[in-house]
């Protein structure tokens, strides 16, 4: 219709003719003339320019400038002299000139009507979009699902879609064992005993165990953690050593003697010592992560309704405020002394949380990302995510809050710390992966749609009552068990809802191209199955059946880190011996351990890469992220993308007035022109009385990294003349080609826009820096450990 390709049984509401976007900077800048439309599903855009749609080709859900109406959280119209905030209840008095379209993935999205464009179109597209979209509440979401992807056609396309066979689903017994036998686990089986969720109503049907734990004494221990969540097995380090994860123990538990031989078993794992990672004490929390999320959110959108935004010379220290990269820093880092940890061999490492469905999450993703190059890969971070996330049982549905169940409003899913956390390791090392930006930016954007099964749900048995229609019966032996009836087949009336991982069915083939680049792989030697290797420096002197507790970078031996013996029970249990040496006492417990990995020798021909050093390659090492304050920044293709339309139009502007960009280039050429008026042979000082240019005295930079337009000041020397302005070799950024051409504005206050993040972390020239002071070598700039804005 139009140029535009509605899936099947989508409805177009209303469209507008004549309309422009604006392009990021990413995409190009300027502006994109086409028609915008609004159907019950999304807000779509279609270049005039655009080639006619195939009917032959498979239907893709969002095209490179549409937003699905669940994505948006606000709707603003912007008049000649004034900005509304419009709702399902509101009215509009002026013609909207422009209608900006702030979403919950951090996007904004500003559309130009034309003066050709009928004010009745631009008026009742905006009344459409605001009673459309709604915010979610109870209700809604089946509606929008059942518009995406409830008609005849599109429910029969979507069940013959077939999975990924490239990537591992782990949701049958082959998949763990596949997985098994890629890192080379041994003494681990594939344990069915939760089928039916009797067990623990949270893991998932399959999970990997010691081999000399029998399925009748596994039973057994389930009663001893929270909600049934034992330890289980995550991943093998090449070298041998073995990561775990768990709850907290029960309180007030009566341990058999049986009971703590399979126990230990489980926690050990065949191997000779253990070390427990408690994450509750160092990690956020999930409000505290929500808190500083929201911050981060307001800091870089700001409030469109009350027209508040953060100046340029509080950015940075706002930004500090929030706690954002404090908590990013704290999981890299928790995740590096793990993955130094198993490098060492012989032991199990086992991640504990009170109900490990959170933190857990996000730091055994991280070290296996650190130390395997599979999971760098496209298929094996899918299924990494896979595992660690979805059949693990993380609480998405519970976080996203997509039917706004409670009243705390909640735009963030801890799911996300998946491509957050993900992306500093991704820009010091972007050779190493074979993901990409785009990749990791779709895997953000996608966890607000709720269209996918993937986060839909909170654990894997609530993903199989909605497959397959399950309903529960009662006996006194076996309780609550699901009974799937005989015949019975899910509810018609619900629509299939594919995996997130079907990228074909959301994004275009040429932004797929996107998604990997070239990755030249190790080669890796076999991996070992008995991991007699060096076990760690601090650790190799310890008895064999010794557990430890790692917290705040040290080891301890807690009397109560195991319930059954803090009584004094069997097992050996001492102290940790450290090795002597007043170098490496004073050390935190993660630089130690760096130390003694830096003074292993390592097999011939290998190199290593040590916080972000090279020497020889040993395809095992982990990839250690650097922590200090200006090597973390924001993700600035996501939560910045949006922040210059977004400030732009914090205050009312009209359209018939300049960009405040254009405005400041504007401005800057006025002063070129002065200067180069005054430099003139008419007007060229005495050359005896002209103090020389210098290159060193234009640039003003305070701790943070930010940026001050000020003059520099002068030391004493040679008078100079009051005609000649301070020199600043300023290059104001050219505007593109398809904006309006420059003329002067009209008096504004312009201290209400601010637009100047400070500088780039990286030397590389970005989009939308606006000026390119003159090269100094010899300013010495102040050391700094605030925050940067990444890339």
């Known amino acids: 219709m139009f140029g535009l390709r509605c899936l099947p049984g989508e409805c177009v509401l209303q469209r507008a003719v004549l309309v422009r976007k604006k392009l990021t900077a990413k995409e190009g800048g300027g502006w994109l003339s086409g028609t915008l439309f609004c159907t019950h599903f999304r807000v779509a855009f279609v270049p005039q320019d655009s080639p006619k749609p195939d009917d032959n080709a498979d239907p893709v859900l969002l095209g490179d400038h549409d937003v699905a109406l669940a994505s948006i959280e606000k709707v603003v ?24 379209l702030y979403c919950r993935d951090l996007r904004v999205l ?4 034309d003066r050709l464009t009928p004010d009745t179109q631009a008026v009742e597209i905006t009344y459409t979009i605001a009673k459309t979209y709604q915010p979610l509440k109870p209700g809604t979401v089946l509606s929008f699902q059942n518009a995406a992807l409830g008609s005849v056609e599109m429910k029969q396309f979507l069940s013959n879609r077939r999975l990924d066979a490239h990537m591992n689903w782990f949701d049958s017994s082959s998949d763990w064992e596949q997985e098994l036998e890629r890192t080379g686990a041994c003494g681990w089986r594939v344990s069915s005993v939760n089928d039916r969720f009797e067990m623990s109503t949270s893991l998932p049907k399959f999970n990997v165990v010691p081999q000399k734990v029998l399925d009748t004494e596994l039973k057994k221990t389930f009663a001893h ?10 991943w093998r380090h090449p070298r041998g050593s073995d990561l775990l994860r768990m709850a907290s123990f029960q309180n007030n538990i009566y341990h058999e003697k049986d009971d703590i031989r399979n126990l230990e078993l489980i926690l050990f794992g065949g191997q000779s010592l253990c070390v427990v990672v408690e994450l509750g004490e160092e990690m956020p929390s999930p409000t505290d992560i929500q808190l500083a999320h929201t911050r981060l959110r307001a800091l870089c959108l700001g409030d469109i309704s009350t027209s508040v935004s953060v100046p340029d010379d509080k950015w940075l220290s706002t930004l500090e405020s929030t706690h954002w990269l404090d908590y990013t820093r704290c999981c890299l880092r928790k995740a590096a002394e793990v993955a130094c940890l198993l490098r060492g061999g012989h032991l ?3 991640l504990q949380e ?10 055994s993703s991280l070290v296996q990302v650190m130390c395997d190059p599979h999971c760098r890969t496209r298929a094996g971070f899918q299924g990494l995510v896979q595992k660690e996330w979805v059949m693990a049982g993380h609480r998405f549905l519970s976080r996203i809050n997509y039917h706004r169940d409670s009243d705390k409003e909640e735009s963030f899913v801890c799911g996300d710390l998946s491509p957050i956390f993900l992306n500093p390791l991704w820009v010091q090392y972007p050779s190493r ?14 966890f607000h749609l709720p269209i996918f099964s993937s986060f839909l749900a909170n654990c894997h048995r609530e993903r199989c009552k909605r497959s397959q229609n399950l309903s529960q019966s009662y006996t006194p032996v076996n309780g609550w068990r699901d009974v799937l009836p005989r015949g019975s087949f899910p509810d018609p009336s619900d629509p299939p809802l594919p995996p997130v991982w079907d990228w074909a069915l959301q994004y275009s083939s040429q932004r797929r191209e996107r998604f990997t680049q070239p990755v030249s792989l190790p080669a890796l030697p076999q991996p070992l199955f008995n991991g007699n290797l060096n076990t760690n420096p601090e650790l190799s002197d310890s008895a064999p059946g010794s557990v430890f507790l790692l917290s705040r970078g040290s080891f301890s031996c807690s009397a109560n880190l195991l319930p059954w013996r803090s009584g004094g029970g069997s097992g050996v249990y001492r102290k940790s011996h450290r090795r002597g040496g007043s170098s490496s006492e004073n050390l935190p417990g993660l630089e130690r351990l760096l130390k003694a990995w830096a003074l292993t020798e390592l097999p011939q021909g290998h190199t290593t890469t040590i916080a972000g050093l090279q020497g020889p390659l040993d395809p095992y090492e982990p990839l250690l992220p650097l922590l200090l304050g200006p090597c973390l920044g924001v993700w600035r293709d996501c939560y910045l993308r949006g922040a210059l339309h977004a400030q732009a139009f914090s205050h009312p502007i009209s359209s018939s007035t300049q960009h405040p960009v254009e405005q400041l280039a504007w401005e800057v050429q006025q002063l070129r022109d002065k200067l180069a008026l005054t430099s003139s042979p008419t007007n060229t000082v005495p050359a005896k009385t002209q103090e020389p240019r210098r290159t060193d005295s234009n640039l003003n930079q305070n701790t943070n990294n930010s940026t001050f337009l000020f003059p520099a000041s002068r030391p004493p020397g040679p008078v100079v003349s009051k005609t000649t302005p301070p020199i600043l070799n300023l290059q104001p950024r050219v505007p593109p080609a398809s904006s309006a051409p420059l003329s002067r504005p009209g008096h504004r206050d312009s201290s209400k826009h601010t ?17 390119f002071p003159a090269p100094n070598n010899n300013a010495k700039l102040p050391k700094s450990n605030g925050p940067s804005l990444g890339s």
């Open 354 to 363: 009170a109900e490990d469905r959170d933190m857990t999450c996000v730091v």
């Open 433 to 446: 992966f074979q993901l990409t930006g785009d990749f990791l930016l779709a895997l953000h954007d996608s």
């Open 225 to 234: 953690f929270n909600e049934g969540r034992i330890p289980r097995w995550c």
């Open 348 to 350: 199990t490492v086992v």
């Open 110 to 113: 500003c559309f130009l009507f």
């Open 77 to 100: 119209a912007v008049g000649p002299s004034r900005t509304k905030l419009v709702t399902a209840s509101s009215s509009l008095k002026f013609t909207p000139e422009e209608l900006v």
């Open 755 to 771: 637009f100047l993040f400070g500088h780039p972390s990286s030397s590389e020239a970005r989009p939308d820096q606006r000026y």
